[in-house]
Every structure is written in structure tokens, then in C-alpha cells.
């Protein structure tokens, strides 16, 4: 009996001693039964190793009263620890604690929270028999039933470090390519769960390593949650919606001269876009945000504005024509079509009419000034046809009785 209260004694003021190196995550393990009782103590010290510490560790000294229980940890066999000091650990890390049970019987272990746990710690005690997992928050007390043995590992004592959650938004509006990443950093052997707001699971499942990665997720809010050794971790996270791309481009003039020059210029009107194509129609491109483009050729073009960002490319066009020099007709007006009806039957074939003025004749040249169709009447009323002619576009020329001279643009 003298002992064993040497030995209590000893602990008590080793665990004393240890006030002025820690005031937190400190815990102690208290087995009793068959009319005696020990304990352990296991704490996290900021500057304390795995190893033995001579500042913050205490051997085990185990009773010669054979009737008594041991609680201890070890480093290694033969290394047994009644006060064991851990680093501050930032992953997740489990304790073994072994027994000695001198008989069998009804075992309580006590485990007290001897100084508080700070916030970024949880922790759990599992019983290795029966992987039988118990949540500690403060003071707790478990009642086992133990056989007799002899330095066996009996429980773990689990330390949890934050879920780490990391996500990435949508790419491309509406395509769901949210992406989310999960950590529970020292940890290979847990579950998780991503719910969506409205509590629908996602995904479920267990992982064998420490990181696990899931794509494929709508905007939305959404809770991830991991289970590990009665430890449950939650943490929301949202995916925000890709902003819309717009592919939006004016130009100076849809009529360019050769003899003028034939450069056209561009005013990118883009929106939530950050890298831009341009394809000019005939073999040019640009990757400038505003281009300046100079045509060489005359002809019909397509002007091609790819507008992206990330992954997500919207495209829009816009056409012109490209003319020797504005000689090919007189310079184009756009007339009031309350004045002017052009009315488009297809295959090339138009009605144009002109109800409020006498149309004395009319003359249409192709791009390169040459006349395809020219009438003369004093009539309100022309029929046009330039299904014989290659598509593109066409100028009108409408002379009026008054002497007034106007063009209209037809496209075939």
C-alpha cells in the first residue's frame, strides 16, 4: 500500500509540475477496479516531441501489488510513459494506451479534461475489442467489462484537426463544374458526405487517404461532412455561378473602301470576358481586346468575335463589304423605309416600292461596280430579280422624278 501511494504521490506532483508548461489539451486517463485504481495523463505542449521530453514526460512506474490495474502509454516496448507530452499536432493523430488487468471484472475508465481543449481540436476515445468509439467532451465516464491481461493496447485516444474544405466556382455558365476538395490532413480512414441545400446527399463514401476531390458540382450551398472514430466534422461551403459571358463587338462603318485605305476598326462591347479571338474572314486573325483590321481584297466578310473566359466561349459576328472606292456608286444613305419598302420574296427576288414618290428608275451594281439589273418606268413599284446572280451583296440605285438620288443595300 505504501507503494502505490508513493507512486500516486509521484504522479501528482509530476502532474503538477507541468502547470507551468501547459494550461490547455491536457487529459487524464483514470482505470478503476478489483479495489485499486491508476491513471496516465496525456497532453499536447507546444516544443514537446514523440519522444521522451525530460521537461514534459514522466516514466511509468508500475505497482509490485500485483492486484492492481495499469493505464499507461509507450514510445516503444519497454518505454512506458505515466505522463506523455505530444506536440501541438496540425493533422489528425491517434494515442494507443495499453492495460495491465490483473483480474477479470468491471473496469470505469475516468477521463478528465484536467485543462480545456482549445477549439481546434476535438477528440474521441475507441475501444480496439470492440472499434466501439466514445465522442469526449469534457469529464467522461465509461464502464468496461475487461478479462485478465497483461500490457495490451486497449484504447486509442484520437486527436481531430479541422476539416479543411477548399472549393472551386462553376467555370461555365450552367455547365455544373464546381469542384470541391476535402482534408482531414494525417487521417486515411474516414467518411464523408456532401449534402446540397436541401439536405439531398450528393455523394457518400469512405476514404483511404487524406484528400479526396469531387467535381461535377451545380452552384450551390452545400455541407460537407466527415465521420472519423465518433469525431463528426462539419463545414459549409458554396459554389458561386460562373458569370455570364457576352460576345458583344461594334465597328466604324460596314462599308470599307480599298482606295481609303480598307481598314476597319473595332469596339470590343465584350462583358465578363478575359481573353478575346478575332477572325476577320479572310484569313487574319487578332487576340487584341479593340483591333484595327486592314482588308486588301474586296468582297463579303465575316467578322468573328470569340469572347472567353476560363473555359467558357461565346461567339458573335457581325458582316461587311469591302468595295474598290466609293466611285461604285454614290455615297449610301440609309433611307426611311416609310418612304422606302424593300420586301425580300428569297432566291434573290425583291419587291421594292416607293409609295409617297415616282421612281423613274433603278439600277443595281454587284460589289465591283458592275450593273446587274437597270430599268427604266415612272412607277411606284419595281420587281427585282438577282436569282441569276452569286450571293453576296448588291446596291440600288432609286432615281426619283425630282431629280433625288438614293441607294439601298440588298443582300443575296
Given at each position: 500500500?505504501?507503494?502505490?501511494?508513493?507512486?500516486?504521490?509521484?504522479?501528482?506532483?509530476?502532474?503538477?509540475?507541468?502547470?507551468?508548461?501547459?494550461?490547455?489539451?491536457?487529459?487524464?486517463?483514470?482505470?478503476?477496479?478489483?479495489?485499486?485504481?491508476?491513471?496516465?495523463?496525456?497532453?499536447?505542449?507546444?516544443?514537446?516531441?514523440?519522444?521522451?521530453?525530460?521537461?514534459?514526460?514522466?516514466?511509468?512506474?508500475?505497482?509490485?501489488?500485483?492486484?492492481?490495474?495499469?493505464?499507461?502509454?509507450?514510445?516503444?516496448?519497454?518505454?512506458?510513459?505515466?505522463?506523455?507530452?505530444?506536440?501541438?499536432?496540425?493533422?489528425?493523430?491517434?494515442?494507443?494506451?495499453?492495460?495491465?488487468?490483473?483480474?477479470?471484472?468491471?473496469?470505469?475508465?475516468?477521463?478528465?479534461?484536467?485543462?480545456?481543449?482549445?477549439?481546434?481540436?476535438?477528440?474521441?476515445?475507441?475501444?480496439?475489442?470492440?472499434?466501439?468509439?466514445?465522442?469526449?467532451?469534457?469529464?467522461?465516464?465509461?464502464?468496461?467489462?475487461?478479462?485478465?491481461?497483461?500490457?495490451?493496447?486497449?484504447?486509442?485516444?484520437?486527436?481531430?484537426?479541422?476539416?479543411?474544405?477548399?472549393?472551386?466556382?462553376?467555370?461555365?455558365?450552367?455547365?455544373?463544374?464546381?469542384?470541391?476538395?476535402?482534408?482531414?490532413?494525417?487521417?486515411?480512414?474516414?467518411?464523408?458526405?456532401?449534402?446540397?441545400?436541401?439536405?439531398?446527399?450528393?455523394?457518400?463514401?469512405?476514404?483511404?487517404?487524406?484528400?479526396?476531390?469531387?467535381?461535377?458540382?451545380?452552384?450551390?450551398?452545400?455541407?460537407?461532412?466527415?465521420?472519423?472514430?465518433?469525431?463528426?466534422?462539419?463545414?459549409?461551403?458554396?459554389?458561386?455561378?460562373?458569370?455570364?459571358?457576352?460576345?458583344?463587338?461594334?465597328?466604324?462603318?460596314?462599308?470599307?473602301?480599298?482606295?481609303?485605305?480598307?481598314?476597319?476598326?473595332?469596339?470590343?462591347?465584350?462583358?465578363?470576358?478575359?481573353?478575346?479571338?478575332?477572325?476577320?474572314?479572310?484569313?487574319?486573325?487578332?487576340?487584341?481586346?479593340?483591333?484595327?483590321?486592314?482588308?486588301?481584297?474586296?468582297?463579303?466578310?465575316?467578322?468573328?468575335?470569340?469572347?472567353?473566359?476560363?473555359?467558357?466561349?461565346?461567339?458573335?459576328?457581325?458582316?461587311?463589304?469591302?468595295?474598290?472606292?466609293?466611285?461604285?456608286?454614290?455615297?449610301?444613305?440609309?433611307?426611311?423605309?416609310?418612304?422606302?419598302?424593300?420586301?425580300?420574296?428569297?432566291?434573290?427576288?425583291?419587291?421594292?416600292?416607293?409609295?409617297?414618290?415616282?421612281?423613274?428608275?433603278?439600277?443595281?451594281?454587284?460589289?465591283?461596280?458592275?450593273?446587274?439589273?437597270?430599268?427604266?418606268?415612272?412607277?411606284?413599284t419595281y420587281f427585282v430579280s438577282l436569282e441569276n446572280q452569286p450571293q453576296g451583296m448588291?446596291?440600288?440605285?432609286?432615281?426619283?422624278?425630282?431629280?433625288?438620288?438614293?441607294?439601298?443595300?440588298?443582300?443575296?
Open positions: 500500500m505504501k507503494s502505490i501511494k508513493k507512486i500516486t504521490l509521484f504522479i501528482l506532483l509530476i502532474s503538477m509540475s507541468f502547470v507551468c508548461y501547459s494550461t490547455n489539451n491536457a487529459f487524464r486517463f483514470k482505470i478503476t477496479g478489483n479495489g485499486y485504481s491508476d491513471e496516465t495523463i496525456i497532453r499536447l505542449v507546444n516544443g514537446a516531441t514523440e519522444n521522451f521530453d525530460g521537461n514534459y514526460d514522466a516514466w511509468k512506474l508500475f505497482s509490485s501489488n500485483q492486484n492492481v490495474p495499469s493505464i499507461y502509454t509507450q514510445i516503444t516496448t519497454g518505454q512506458e510513459l505515466s505522463i506523455n507530452a505530444l506536440p501541438e499536432y496540425g493533422f489528425d493523430k491517434s494515442v494507443t494506451i495499453y492495460t495491465n488487468i490483473p483480474a477479470n471484472g468491471t473496469y470505469t475508465l475516468d477521463v478528465e479534461e484536467i485543462f480545456p481543449l482549445t477549439n481546434n481540436y476535438k477528440v474521441s476515445l475507441t475501444s480496439i475489442s470492440s472499434n466501439t468509439h466514445y465522442r469526449i467532451i469534457g469529464d467522461t465516464s465509461i464502464v468496461f467489462s475487461f478479462n485478465q491481461q497483461q500490457g495490451t493496447p486497449t484504447f486509442t485516444f484520437n486527436i481531430s484537426t479541422p476539416l479543411v474544405v477548399t472549393s472551386i466556382d462553376e467555370s461555365c455558365i450552367s455547365n455544373n463544374s464546381g469542384e470541391v476538395t476535402l482534408t482531414k490532413q494525417g487521417n486515411t480512414n474516414w467518411m464523408y458526405e456532401i449534402l446540397d441545400q436541401n439536405s439531398t446527399i450528393v455523394v457518400a463514401n469512405t476514404s483511404s487517404t487524406d484528400t479526396i476531390n469531387y467535381s461535377g458540382l451545380a452552384p450551390d450551398t452545400y455541407l460537407a461532412k466527415t465521420t472519423s472514430n465518433g469525431i463528426i466534422d462539419e463545414v459549409y461551403f458554396t459554389i458561386q455561378a460562373a458569370p455570364i459571358v457576352i460576345a458583344d463587338f461594334d465597328i466604324d462603318n460596314d462599308t470599307i473602301y480599298l482606295s481609303e485605305g480598307g481598314i476597319i476598326n473595332t469596339t470590343n462591347q465584350s462583358q465578363n470576358a478575359t481573353t478575346y479571338f478575332w477572325d476577320f474572314g479572310n484569313g487574319g486573325n487578332s487576340t487584341a481586346v479593340d483591333p484595327s483590321y486592314v482588308y486588301s481584297t474586296i468582297g463579303d466578310y465575316n467578322i468573328v468575335l470569340n469572347s472567353s473566359n476560363n473555359n467558357c466561349t461565346e461567339q458573335t459576328s457581325k458582316s461587311i463589304t469591302v468595295l474598290t472606292s466609293p466611285s461604285v456608286v454614290t455615297s449610301v444613305q440609309h433611307h426611311a423605309f416609310e418612304n422606302v419598302k424593300l420586301q425580300n420574296f428569297g432566291n434573290g427576288k425583291y419587291q421594292i416600292t416607293s409609295p409617297y414618290a415616282v421612281l423613274t428608275a433603278i439600277a443595281i451594281y454587284d460589289i465591283t461596280g458592275k450593273i446587274v439589273f437597270n430599268e427604266n418606268n415612272n412607277s411606284n448588291y446596291v440600288a440605285l432609286l432615281s426619283y422624278e425630282n431629280g433625288t438620288v438614293l441607294t439601298e443595300k440588298l443582300w443575296r
